[in-house]
């Protein structure tokens, strides 16, 4: 009986390991909405994007490590490690004017 509890409250704690936030965020009109993304310092993030613009984008960011193109259409998901506190930016590549965001790990 007293295996079953340590097995149980291992699961437990894997579970709690593995959890992570998942934000949405949508490209439309060469511009990513929202463009301001607050999320828990220290925390797991999932990224969801999609592209509901009929040309391609690229998803990039130096501070974060990621470049990732977006198909029209379509949508990618991006993983990002516990961030320390501050900002990150993003921003499209291909259209590097209009396209551009900002993840806060607070």
Do not use: W
């Amino acid at each position: 009986m007293h295996f079953c509890f340590v097995l149980g409250l291992g699961l437990l704690l894997i579970g709690t390991a593995a959890a992570e936030d998942e934000i949405r965020i949508v490209i439309k009109d060469h511009r990513f909405s929202p463009s301001e993304v607050r999320v828990k310092a220290h925390t797991k993030i999932k990224l969801l994007v999609s592209n509901e613009d009929q040309t391609a984008e690229e998803f990039e960011s130096f501070s974060l490590n990621r470049e990732k193109v977006v198909r029209a259409g379509q949508s990618i998901t991006i993983f990002l490690p516990p961030l320390k506190p501050g900002s990150y930016d993003f921003f499209g590549d291909f259209h590097p004017d209009t396209a551009k965001g900002m993840v806060i790990a607070e």
